[in-house]
């Protein structure tokens, strides 16, 4: 794990997670066997040009020690203890190091440099920094900035100057955009009529919350392309006006509506793939759309744009649970008394702990969280997964033990739990082990051989609770994607899965996903994105779901919510069942009526018992839910925003009829050339 290559290109470095040992492969000749360097107690090892040196980072410090000797020559601490940090470089003269990546927190977010000889390292870089590095004669530091924009920059560096000396202190996130922002407008004062400008800055300028601004921004842009927009233009909006129906093979796609001053009528669609911020515009004959284009789009498998359920406030767990730390990967015990977590808070035994909190009932308070110990943390990293429907197995994955799938026991709820030990049938790469409520099926993530992405979803089953676990399956195509996946948890019917994923089509960097099956002897059906209800511009994921289905826990460790407590921290919201099945926005008489016609039937409008995404057939749970709702009506179906008008065209085929995008036809049916937005 963790390659990187020599300064010469000729070699690679790599860390093995069988022996924690450092090798090297050469590019050059025949002979490709690995080569041992040193050993490497740390992860993100990287040589120093020479190739005397090796830097990496182990706990909470950056370290650095040379080979020969196997001596410490420096050691300092990271911004924070989060492992979100990336590999440290090395600079051209092998005198300063630098690392990029994410601590939680904004002032210890960005890149920072390391330069032998000194004790403390400077930050000359701010934002989402993922990686940098020095261009090969040293004149040039190169760095990626990540979400949203995903960029890759050059500083240029005068010669024999530190590169800190050079850049200076760092910039905020913030002051980032707003100079992105000012480019924008130079480039407009330039260019007035440079439509792309007015769009690109309305982005910076939603992301900074200047919603009006933005919003001028778009309606230039659109006054700018009215009339000349040609078929298949690609067009950019900000942030906060995407989305759309959501469609199969990961795209998206937007309505519209015409209006018609001559005996021409057109339908014009945008689409696109979903999370990018380019759509192509196509222009259809209604005659044509009218007989042949709603039968497609009808017939097409794709997922209803309405939601299972809805999510009631979410709210942090508070001061009790979350910390100025980063809390993270969050497992609920089935009786709902136990809540374990992961922590970078001080007070552990490594980079990550795992602590637990106890309360007596549902209605009491969480007390304060307890460090599980040395017999289950480790000096490196530790995170929890999922724990036995009887709470006496806890999984978690540990870095003492190479990132493996471990487990620990107990006797009774009351005991303590024993040490650490290796799932036998974990391999290096696996992670994330979350057991089924019926204790029969173990799924997990692995980068294993055979895959389809960087990380994939794979299961375990056994017939029994004290049979052992049997080869591992994945899940397949239908399910994993090239990107990432992470299992998170399974509700407690044992038919839907929860899992976050960084795949085209979310909300945030990460998104909540989930995938549903109508009896646990059936397959998986495909992926759905849980909707802009439940993942936003951050990065959530559905961390547990309380027995009674009623409740679930959010993590959002890739992309802390705004009103947390410092770092990532642990949120809580009610789930809540959509009882309004015809959509006109309150529960009646109209909707018993549509659940009496479908008694006995596996309809999922009106499925909403015991639990909120139902249970296969609509019969009495079904109608004790709705009569709740009756009395205390919840909110409707609320995937996708409906009130946004997005552009005005005329057709390059018929300019006397003008053709408004939105994202429903509602949103555009009352627009007008006079009020395009």
């Known amino acids: 794990v963790w390659p990187s290559w020599s300064q010469d290109s000729t070699c690679l470095y790599y860390r093995s997670r069988l022996d924690s040992n450092l090798y090297s492969i050469s590019i050059r000749g025949e002979n490709i066997e690995p080569t041992r360097v040193t050993a490497c107690p740390g992860y ?16 909470t410090s950056l370290k650095v020690k040379g080979v020969a000797l196997q001596s410490l020559i420096a050691e300092w601490p990271l911004p924070s203890p989060s492992d979100g940090w990336s590999a440290p470089a090395w600079s051209p003269d092998g005198k300063e190091l630098g690392l990029g990546g994410s601590g939680g927190l904004e002032n210890t977010t960005g890149l920072w440099i390391y330069r032998l000889g000194q004790s403390r390292p400077a930050q000359i870089l701010g934002g989402p920094i993922t990686v940098g590095s020095w261009a090969g004669n040293g004149t040039k530091l190169i760095f990626e900035l990540g979400g949203p924009y995903y960029e890759i920059w050059t500083a240029d560096l005068p010669a024999k100057a530190p590169a800190a000396v050079a850049l200076g202190p760092s910039r905020t996130p913030e002051e980032h955009f707003r100079e992105m922002a000012a480019l924008y407008t130079r ?10 400008s007015y769009s690109t800055r309305a982005r910076y300028r939603d992301y900074l919350g200047e919603w009006a601004k933005a919003d001028a921004d778009m309606k230039r842009w659109s006054a700018l392309m009215s009339g000349r ?3 298949g233009f690609s067009f950019a909006t900000p942030r906060a006006l995407r989305h759309v129906l959501d469609m199969p093979f990961d795209c998206e796609l ?10 021409i009528s057109t339908m014009s669609v945008a689409f696109g793939q979903k999370g990018r911020c380019e759509m ?10 009218s007989t042949v284009g709603f039968c497609f789009l009808s017939g097409l498998d794709a997922p209803p744009a309405r939601a299972d359920f809805s999510l009631g406030e979410v709210t942090n767990l508070g001061p009790a649970v979350n910390s100025s730390a980063n809390e993270m990967v969050t497992v609920l015990s089935p009786d709902g008394s136990e809540l374990y977590f992961g922590s970078t808070r001080s007070g552990g035994c490594g980079s990550c702990d795992i602590w637990v909190t106890k309360r007596g009932s549902a209605e009491d308070p969480w007390g304060p969280p307890v460090n599980l110990g040395s017999g289950i943390n480790s000096t490196s990293w530790d995170l929890v997964s999922s724990i036995s429907s009887d709470g006496l197995t806890l999984y978690f994955d540990s870095g003492g033990t190479g990132g493996d799938i471990c487990t620990a026991t107990r006797a009774t709820k009351d005991s303590p739990w024993g040490t650490r030990v290796k799932l036998a049938t974990s391999l290096p790469g696996d992670g994330a082990a979350v057991i089924s409520p019926d204790d029969l099926e173990l799924y997990f993530i692995s980068n294993r051989r055979s895959g389809y992405g960087s990380c994939d979803i794979w299961v375990s089953t056994r017939e029994t609770k004290s049979a052992p676990w049997g080869p591992a399956v994945n899940l397949g195509p239908v399910i994993n994607s090239p990107a990432l996946e992470w299992v998170t948890c399974i509700s407690p019917d044992c038919l839907r899965l929860f899992f976050s994923s960084n ?14 099956r109508p009896s646990k002897s059936s397959p998986w059906g495909p992926p759905r994105n849980l909707g802009a209800a439940f993942n936003t511009m951050y990065s959530d994921e559905m961390a547990a779901i309380s027995a009674d289905g009623r409740w ?5 460790f890739e992309g802390p919510r705004p009103g947390g407590l410092g770092g990532s921290d642990i949120w809580q919201a009610p789930i809540i069942p959509i009882a309004d099945f015809n959509g006109d926005g309150k529960v009646d008489a109209a909707d018993m009526a549509l659940l009496e016609a479908n008694l006995g039937k596996n309809n999922s409008t009106c499925d909403i018992g015991p639990f909120a995404w139902g249970d296969g057939v609509v019969d009495e749970k079904d109608l004790g839910v709705l009569m709740k709702s ?24 018929a300019p006397a009829c003008d053709v408004y995008l939105g994202t429903s036809f509602e949103a555009v049916n009352g627009a007008s050339r006079a009020n395009p937005l």
């Open 44 to 59: 993100n090892p990287s040589m120093s040009p020479d190739g005397q040196q090796m830097a990496y980072i182990e706990g």
């Open 187 to 196: 480039m407009i004062e330039t260019d007035p009529r440079d439509a792309y």
């Open 229 to 231: 927009l040609p078929s």
């Open 254 to 263: 937007v309505f519209s509506a015409e209006r018609p001053v001559n005996t």
């Open 280 to 289: 192509k515009l196509f222009e259809i004959p209604m005659v044509v759309m």
């Open 503 to 516: 795949r085209s089509g979310g909300f945030g960097k990460y998104d909540a996903w989930t995938i549903t």
């Open 552 to 556: 679930c826990l959010i993590d959002d």
């Open 630 to 653: 009756l009395v205390s009506p919840s909110p409707g179906a609320a995937d996708v925003s409906c009130d946004v008008v997005l552009s005005w065209t005329s057709p390059s085929f």
